[in-house]
């Protein structure tokens, strides 16, 4: 009986090691990058890119409705939750869902995002005023169309990630957002937003907000060029920086 027992308890012992060291696998740099970029695929969407969205529920500091487990979690990823509005994600596995699930619980040790010291209304000032953001930006219908417009940004990116937007514009450009330079024959070079281009022709929106088409074999010089989006990190200060923050994250499109 002993020799059962002792079998029993080492066979209890290695299940738990291996499936320790089965988790571990999922919390290494790569599986969390790749768990942020499912998220945002699979669940930004509903939760938001924060993972707010939903009342009651704040993904991004572990808050559900009530305690999971990460095994619970990966299982409400990959099933949903009958008769309410989580649906099933049938084409993801569970290691995928682990993937998520590991992102997750990063995001909860994590430094509180700045936004969470940040006034939205203050920022909003600051937004229209001293940071004249709307020489470049659109929000709601109001402002400029060169850049790109925020009215949903809020849904679409992190405050993490625009809060580096303001500090380091360069640092990431979205494909939509880059700016291209054509000098055609016998005039200025003209910079603006790139549309689209192909093999023979361009079209991109100047800085006058034009749009405008060219054919390359007719042009001097075309190519990309870096993004007029300034740095705010010697023009705000800190709380300035996070109350702008903060009116970006709450800019979720009109009703």
Same mark, same amino acid.
């Given at each position: ?8 308890? @080492? ?15 999922? =919390?290494?740099?790569? !599986?969390?990058?790749?768990g ?10 509903? &939760? +938001?890119? !924060?993972?707010d ?6 993904l ?9 487990? !990460? ?17 099933p #994600?049938?084409? %993801? ?11 997750l619980?990063?995001? =909860?040790?994590?430094?509180?995002? @700045?936004?969470?010291? +940040?006034?939205a *209304? ?12 709307? $020489?470049? &930006? ?6 400029? /169309?060169?850049?790109? !417009? ?37 005039s200025?070079?003209?910079?603006? /937003?790139?549309?689209? &281009?192909?093999?023979?022709? @361009?079209?991109?929106f100047?800085?006058? =907000?034009?749009?405008r088409?060219? @054919?390359? *074999?007719d042009?001097? $010089? &075309?190519?990309f060029?870096?993004t007029? %989006? ?10 300035e920086?996070?109350?702008?923050v903060?009116?970006?994250v709450?800019? /979720? +499109? #009109?009703?």
């Amino acid at each position: 009986m002993r020799t059962i027992a002792h079998t029993l308890t @080492v066979l209890t012992l290695g299940i738990a090691l291996a499936s320790s060291s089965a988790r571990a696998q999922h =919390e290494t740099a790569f !599986d969390i990058e790749d768990g942020a970029r499912a998220f945002a695929q699979s669940c930004a969407n509903c &939760h +938001g890119p !924060d993972g707010d969205l939903i009342a009651g529920i704040d993904l991004g500091r572990g808050l559900y409705r009530r305690p999971l487990s !990460d095994a619970e979690i990966a299982d409400i990823i990959v099933n949903g939750i009958p008769d309410t509005p989580m649906p099933p #994600t049938p084409r %993801m596995n569970e290691q995928q869902a682990y993937r998520i699930v590991a992102y997750l619980r990063s995001l =909860e040790i994590a430094p509180a995002a @700045v936004a969470d010291s +940040g006034n939205a *209304a203050r920022g909003k000032l600051i937004f229209e005023g001293k940071g004249a953001c709307m $020489d470049c &930006h659109r929000v709601n219908g109001q402002g400029s /169309r060169v850049g790109p !417009d925020l009215s949903s940004i809020g849904l679409l990116r992190r405050a993490a990630e625009l809060e580096q937007s303001l500090l380091e514009p360069a640092a990431e450009v979205q494909p939509s957002n880059r700016f291209y330079s054509v000098t055609p024959a016998g005039s200025e070079p003209i910079t603006g /937003r790139l549309l689209n &281009h192909d093999t023979f022709t @361009v079209q991109l929106f100047d800085t006058d =907000e034009r749009l405008r088409s060219f @054919v390359k *074999a007719d042009l001097l $010089d &075309h190519g990309f060029v870096d993004t007029p %989006m300034p740095s705010f990190q010697d023009e705000l200060g800190a709380q300035e920086i996070a109350d702008v923050v903060a009116w970006l994250v709450s800019l /979720r +499109g #009109t009703p």
